[in-house]
């Protein structure tokens, strides 16, 4: 059983920085990659960035200048750093666990059926 909580949110002006994290409890499999993901009220869930076994990681544009992904080596946590936060940043963040895949990013976008998932954490950008 694998468990997901996210923590670090909270609320910013613009321009500042947070940084996420995510714990892994349980076994995790080494096949797996991890992610996070965001979605605010009347919006789709939406794909930030994802980090593969093997350490590599893969952004959506809207953030790739602004957010790094990290892991520790023991994969327990989860990192989202994030830098010159924006108001269209403000969403419920969470952090996603399942095998690695071609498109890992956009299949979990699109379902949050599979894989295992943390209950989010608030980040609130004010201007």
């Known amino acids: 059983q694998v468990r997901l909580v996210e923590s670090g949110g909270g609320s910013v002006q613009a321009g500042g920085s947070l940084r996420l994290s995510c714990a892994v409890s349980?076994?995790?499999?080494?096949?797996?990659?991890m992610g996070w993901f965001r979605r605010s009220p009347g919006k789709r869930r939406e794909g930030l960035a994802v980090?593969?076994?093997?350490?590599?990681?893969t952004y959506t544009d809207s953030v790739k200048d602004r957010f790094t992904i990290s892991q520790d080596n023991a994969r327990t946590f989860l990192y989202l750093q994030m830098n010159n936060l924006k108001p269209e940043d403000t969403a419920m963040y969470y952090c996603?666990?399942?095998?690695?895949?071609?498109?890992?990013?956009?299949?979990?976008?699109?379902?949050?059926?599979?894989?295992?998932w943390g209950p989010g954490t608030q980040v609130t950008v004010s201007s």
């Open positions: 349980g076994h995790l499999n080494s096949r797996f990659s």
């Open positions: 996603a666990a399942d095998y690695t895949i071609a498109g890992w990013l956009q299949i979990h976008e699109s379902d949050q059926t599979t894989g295992y």
């Open positions: 980090i593969d076994s093997t350490g590599s990681p």
